[in-house]
């Protein structure tokens, strides 16, 4: 018997073979590998993502629910576009975006008390040979030579807790008689496993949506992450604006700056970075930012960055290109800031979804009114006659989270006709648009583009804006601008 305090020696796995190295005949060499099983800690979101997983087995007793990653999409020949998981199969999982495994699937197996949830996933590229002895080396969209080092199956469920096993085993799995619902249209082969049930399957992809509309503190986290980064983004790009000034495409500088930033801070981009100056900010989401950033000119940019965990941020500033607003851009201005300024003191729990947008729009229906702007010939006045919307052109905000247009498939009554609720984290971001062919407004105004969006957390008591750090204000503009000039 050892004695007491000392460690037993455990072995969890035989030693690895040792074995000359040699090529078989499928291409991959053998042996000569050293022992590179790792030991990773549980993920800092595995916790949450257990309990979430908890609510969508409450959800579903007795049924299978598949909840696919996604896949590979070619974007041209043999490139693929890179890999982003889908935001359900995030959720639930709390993948990274270094770590995603496209083609992975989530199964929850009814048992009698519940389900038991298993990751099927790709494992290593095996080097030793086997069925799949060449994957390594020749396999270009899935072998580690290509593509870097995947998680053993041990390993994954180390990091996420939860079962992993290997994806060839899933279609085993799946031919199983139990009711199953497919969150579908994200794995064409996982669709083609299992026969449809349109209603059921619809049912799940809202509950999955619903699940994500009140964020936990995890979640709140990576938010607050994804604005910081987009914060330096935003800063970066003001100290970048004397060159992209002298450049014939100076959007494209700005869209690089931000980019660099977010890939630098984050997984990357939550949406493509609108670099919008000139008349281009009169397009809403104006990405092709191949267009001039002009001294004299406002430069919208709506951009965020998307933290290493998914989350993303959704920031807009329109900033005067030399530092300054004229005259006329600051009228406008002042105008989307004052109407923001409305929409945010609307946002509360218990309050209508809608409401922050009507705050907005009136405000901005008075002030247009005020500058004796008559689009049809009559006032524009309240918000209820919709004529002011020929320069407004859109909703004041969205759900943010996963994906910046967050939980669209809630049903209406849990979201846009719904009400506000702690956890909730949204977007503000009212804009005029006042497009460069518009007779119905004075020549001054033509070509004027306005956006300023901000991301709050609905609290117990009110909300939060999570932007803070960068300015809103006009003066507060100029002055952030001069002290990084
Ligand atoms: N930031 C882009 C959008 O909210 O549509
Ligand atoms: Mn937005």
């Known amino acids: 018997m050892p004695p007491p305090g000392s460690s037993s020696p455990r072995r969890t796995r035989p030693p690895p073979r040792q ?48 909840v696919p990653s996604g896949g590979l999409k070619v ?48 494992p290593r590229s095996p080097r030793d040979g086997g069925p799949d002895g060449a994957e390594f080396h020749s396999d270009r969209r899935y072998g580690e030579f290509w593509t870097g080092r995947r998680r053993t199956l041990p390993e994954t469920s180390a990091a996420l807790g939860v079962e992993a096993a290997a994806r060839e085993d899933l279609e085993r799995v799946l031919r199983g008689r139990v009711p199953t619902r497919v969150l579908r249209g ?22 999955l949506s619903e699940l994500r509309l009140v964020k936990d503190e995890w979640e709140v986290t990576q938010l607050r992450t994804a604005v910081e980064w987009t914060a330096a983004g935003f800063q970066d790009v003001v100290g970048e604006l004397p060159r992209a ?29 609108i670099a919008a100056a000139g008349a281009h900010a009169c397009v809403l989401h104006w990405t092709r930012n191949h267009g001039p950033v002009r001294d004299g000119d406002l430069l919208l940019l709506d951009a965020g960055v998307e933290a290493d965990s998914f989350y993303t941020a959704d920031v807009t500033r329109t900033l005067p290109v030399g530092g300054r607003f004229s005259d006329v851009q600051r009228r406008v201005y002042d105008l989307v800031h004052a109407a923001q300024s409305a929409g945010i003191a609307a946002l509360r729990p218990g309050a209508r979804y809608g409401d922050f947008h009507a705050a907005a729009m009136r405000v901005i229906a008075e002030g247009l009114d005020a500058w004796g702007l008559r689009p049809y010939g009559r006032t524009a006045s309240t918000p209820e006659s919709d004529l002011y919307r020929r320069y407004t052109l859109c909703g004041s905000g ?88």
């Open 75 to 122: 974007r041209s020949n043999d490139f693929d576009y890179a890999f982003r998981p889908h935001s359900a199969f995030v959720h639930l999982t709390a993948e990274l975006g270094t770590q995603a495994v496209p083609d992975s699937v989530l199964v929850f197996e009814p048992t009698g008390t519940g389900h038991t949830v298993t990751l099927f996933t790709r």
């Open 19 to 66: 074995r000359s190295p040699r090529m078989n005949e499928q291409g991959a060499f053998e042996g000569g590998w050293a022992d590179t099983e790792r030991r990773p800690p549980l993920q800092a979101g595995a916790t949450y993502a257990a309990k979430r997983r908890s609510a969508v087995s409450e959800r579903f007793p007795g049924e299978r629910v598949v």
């Open 398 to 485: 969205h759900m943010l989270g996963l994906d910046c247009h967050d939980c669209a498939g809630a049903r209406l009554e849990t979201y846009l006709d719904g009400v506000l609720e702690a956890g909730h984290v949204l977007t503000v971001e009212p804009g005029l648009y006042f497009q460069p062919d518009d007779l119905t407004v004075p020549a001054e105004l033509r070509g004027i583009g306005v956006r300023i969006e901000d991301d709050f957390l609905v609290t117990a008591d009110g909300a939060r804006c999570l932007s803070s750090e960068l300015p809103r204000g006009a003066d507060e503009v100029e002055s952030w601008m001069a002290s990084l000039r």
């Open 245 to 273: 000034a002298q450049l014939a495409r100076g959007e494209r500088w700005i869209e690089g700056t931000f980019n660099r930033r977010a890939r630098l801070g984050g997984y990357g981009l939550g949406f493509e970075t």
């Open 186 to 207: 994200v794995d064409a082969h996982v669709d083609a496993l299992v026969t449809p049930h349109a209603r059921a399957d619809a049912e799940l992809d809202r509950v």
